[in-house]
């Protein structure tokens, strides 16, 4: 079933971990410079997340006494510290998520650099200390970013796709583990509509969308394997597809036999396992790579 | 379940209100307006509206006793005066929907207000009086448009996103009622199929389609909350989707425990429980906002 | 249920007519005209229609003693007259669905007007009569073409939205009878996958797809209404789809309450009503509309 | 149910085939040349293929003693040497997938004889032979393909839709086998996702995808024809969507009486069956056709 097993601590059959983006209206803010401040739907949409999912997000995770990751870009932290300090007083992780969302692959390492900087200091500033995990906006990680994250001595990139379990991404500078996402658990596809980013679905059902979530935990379950949703306040902490979302993790939590954890346990777990674990080697040089075709 | 939890009148148990956008072919002669007039296909699906779906749509609810909320542009008004005769009679609202249904940011605010103030005097002249509810063209409502509604006495608006119950937007020249719209609960994804707009859907089937809003109401129910579909007679009103519908309408109506009515009772009855409602400021000042990223 | 509701014949309880635009591969040639010969997986896609698809389609209908109707692009009609005369032998009607299936807003009306005689010599020369019957490919249809339908005599047109039942399209020089279709009962949103026409959508599978076709029906066949899927050879005959549709066609011959018939017998039917029809005044006339908006 | 059905050998009621285009990264090194060595997440999403899926793949095909195809761009094979192998071990069919995934419809033909040209030596060379079949990317097969494909002697092409079971492709210079495929049972429309290539759908859940397939499976088994799912291991390779197509796979290997082989036995059985094969002509000559329409 898998190359590379992983076996989980406390007899555990499978982990999983929840983990929610948190977005805000950075989305439309840098997606639409020029006047998003005039655009109050997508706008407060967006605000949607931190302002009312966060608190019923939190609310679950206090009553079933569970400790997820949340990924934070710094202007959001910024703009709503009552969230950062509400996310950090439960016991929660808060990862680092670029500064206001902007697309790494939209404009130059340089402007890149300062952005990631940037945010990074807004995290030491609420958080007492550097994040040990990263996700980039839109997956959109870049070499240099790898880079940027093995300089800063971050644990994990949440990022890349090339597995289904954890697995040691390899530069010439040092090492990351990389717990790999899957469009498959992302809730943008079921859920988001959004004309501003010109992404518009046809926004399933709550039950309907869960339920495809809930079919890759049962085969992660069934393997042993790991399962991650990534997820939006704004999207799936909607409070119907929360309710079908919180109704499967009680569920989890119930069968007692999965690690529901933070991201940073998962990597130290995957860090700890050593040679067992899937390598990837990755050139992060300079060298751009010749076009396949001509 | 809800930071600013509401109770409704009369020991109900949860609040709903059905609405529609009657745009009809407002919409491509709007949004195609160099040859609109040859479009005969999407006028004549606009028309399905206020002829066919309208009147459909107050049958069952003179059946069921029920008075609901109509949002309608000026135009369209003016255009089917039976409709808004046949909507009146049977003592439903309709609110402010733009002159012709053109999204606010396609225009200056000057030709904005120009547009919106036609549609004022055409309700003015057709319903007796000025709307007391107004709903953003796409939601694209504008803090230019929010001050217009505080100077005009709107009680509401409906076009924000921020929460899932009615909530205050304050501003510095005043306040006003949102009651917040959901793309979850919109029948655009679901139905609509308009290459004229660029917004081709895969059509979801009646009952695949309207389990969508119904598993949003459960949900809703079940924690005391509100439910607000934002319907268009062209797509919802068609003969099977309304059935579907409707069967959910008479269920909840059988109950007896849902308060189901127009609106304007939701942001009276939401105005009224003053310092337990949420707040939202919101800076309506004429100073554009610093881009987020270089 | 109905504002216009119409009996049928012999005291069925509904009426229903199965209609099939053939289109083949002249949606890929006049949609990729520089290069539509170099694209065989298109054309083949297209092809598969009328030499597949179609004699599927006939032997039901031989099977089931149906008399249904076809649309047919004369140009479709020279290049596969093997089709048109299987069709032919089984008495079934062949529709007037222009010369290529050129969108009818993407030239001028003279050039309208010449392809629309090429394809009526087309059904002369091979079928031996002027068409009955009219549908626009994409539903373009124009007031032009309304009247240039009533010059020529149509009885019917199949391409405007503006009721659920026939109606009566009347313009300063005439009338036709209007068999609405419907974006609910096309099969392009459940099934086409076409990115040379930049028409792309998730494609369903087979009883997903073809389920909302037979909702339709059931709200139809309830309401004592009419039901009219407008399907192509290429999409809803493939093997998989054509047998779930097939089976409900099978059920609906079974119970013989339903009047399935060709859209001429419908059309016929509807103009015998007399005055009881539905009537909708349009303006053929050549002024351009004011565009609604400064 | 077919013009022209097919027996199968060993009296089997039926043919299937499952066939896997081994893609990888060389999608977005194609489509972004630019600077698709930045955009890691699509590389990422891509290297799942060869190195995580197709492993899990083969183990299935083992247990269950399967023979099947995959088709493999050159790029893609010398890119994953191991894959190659092991794919060979097991005694599978490679065909040629041309030489890093490019559209043949965005060059000249004469770069297309060149990278045709590379990757059949790329076959060669890590295979020992020519490849039997060809596949073109996104099914874009031209004349001067196929009769390249001709020149060099396949036996068999994968990309045209002309049919349901397999055909004759005839042309002036020789004759080809048609496996044709369908979009209907193609992993790209429920489950790609790639801003890279803009094809973004809203991802389905791995049973409802899967369902799809297996409903066109249960067509073709009825009336004893051909299933050929067109896959790539990124999408259907993942764990939770293999699992359901490995239950629907070992249920037509428990039932007995479906012959699942590769694509290279089912072309020899195709054209053993000599004249009762459907044939097509194919007008491969270099004058291009006349535009339908003016």
Redesign the interface.
């Known amino acids: 079933?898998f190359?590379h097993p992983m076996s989980w601590p406390n007899g555990k059959k499978c982990a999983a971990s929840v983990t929610f983006d948190i977005d805000a209206d950075?989305l439309v803010?840098?997606g639409r410079?020029k006047?998003?401040?005039?655009?109050?739907?997508p706008i407060?949409?967006g605000?949607?997340g931190p302002?009312?999912a966060v608190?019923?997000i939190l609310?679950t995770y206090r009553r079933l006494e569970l400790t997820q990751t949340f990924f934070m870009p710094g202007?959001v932290m910024e703009e709503y510290p009552d969230t950062v300090e509400a996310i950090l007083k439960d016991g929660h992780e808060i990862g680092h998520h670029s500064?206001?969302h902007?697309d790494p692959?939209e404009?130059s390492d340089e402007?890149e650099a300062?952005?990631f900087e940037r945010a990074l200091d807004t995290h030491i500033k609420m958080t007492g200390h550097k994040p040990r995990g990263y996700r980039?906006p839109?997956?959109?990680?870049?070499?240099?970013i790898?880079n940027r994250l093995i300089e800063h001595d971050f644990l994990y990139d949440s990022?890349?796709?090339?597995?289904?379990l954890p697995y040691e991404v390899v530069t010439n500078s040092g090492s990351l583990i990389e717990i790999?996402p899957?469009?498959?658990t992302?809730d943008w596809?079921?859920?988001a509509?959004m004309?501003e980013l010109d992404?518009?679905?046809?926004?399933?059902?709550?039950?309907?969308g869960i339920?495809?979530f809930i079919?890759?935990f049962?085969?992660?379950y069934?393997?042993g394997?790991f399962w991650m949703p990534v997820l939006h306040p704004f999207l799936t902490g909607?409070?119907?597809?929360w309710?079908e979302l919180e109704r499967h993790i009680e569920r989890i939590v119930e069968q007692g036999d999965v690690w529901l954890t933070s991201m940073e346990n998962i990597a130290e777990h995957a860090k700890s396992t050593g040679s067992r674990l899937r390598q990837?080697n990755?050139d992060t040089g300079s060298t751009?790579?010749t076009?396949?075709?001509?």
Do not use: C, N
């Open positions: 079933m190359l950075s803010r840098v410079p006047d998003a401040d005039l655009r109050l739907q407060s949409m605000r949607y302002t009312v608190p019923r609310e202007w500064w206001a902007e692959m404009h402007v300062e952005l980039a839109v997956y959109s990680i870049t070499p240099a790898v990022s890349m796709m090339a597995d289904d790999p899957h469009w498959g992302d596809p079921p859920f509509h004309g992404y518009i679905m046809p926004v399933r059902g709550p039950s309907d339920k495809a079919e890759e049962d085969a992660m069934e393997a394997g909607r409070l119907a597809r309710r990837e990755l751009p790579a076009p396949l075709t001509p």
